[in-house]
Nanobody, 116 residues
Framework: QVQLVESGGGLVQAGGSLRLSCAAS????????LGWFRQAPGEQRELVATVTSGGITAYTDSVKGRFTISRDNAKNTVYLQMNSLKPEDTAVYYC??????????WGQGTQVTVSS
């Protein structure tokens, strides 16, 4: 069982920045695939960014060049640095961890609101 605790959400003006953090339990963090999803009201959950155990990253097109995902294996934490935020980035952001292809664990979600 992996527990994930997110922090860093909040209210920011358009053009501003936020950094989300997701701290995970477990001693095998370095092998987890990690990522962030988001879900806006009335919308489906959308994959935002991923990072593999080897540090390879990927992003959905709408955040490329603005968001950066990173991991600190020594702190069991994955981050999402969000710059140049837009009102359409407003959503609840969820981190996840995949220790294996058959397991996935989710954080509780953190609200990000971008005002215009």
């Amino acid at each position: 069982q992996v527990q994930l605790v997110e922090s860093g959400g909040g209210l920011v003006q358009a053009g501003g920045s936020l950094r989300l953090s997701c701290a995970a339990s477990g001693s095998a963090f370095s092998i987890y695939a990690l990522g962030w999803f988001r879900q806006a009201p009335g919308e489906q959950r959308e994959l935002v960014a991923t990072v593999t155990s080897g540090g390879i990253t990927a992003y959905t097109d709408s955040v490329k060049g603005r968001f950066t995902i990173s991991r600190d294996n020594a702190k069991n934490t994955v981050y999402l640095q969000m710059n140049s935020l837009k009102p359409e980035d407003t959503a609840v952001y969820y981190c996840y961890a995949k220790p294996s292809v058959s397991e996935v664990y989710w954080g509780q979600g953190t609200q990000v609101t971008v005002s215009s």
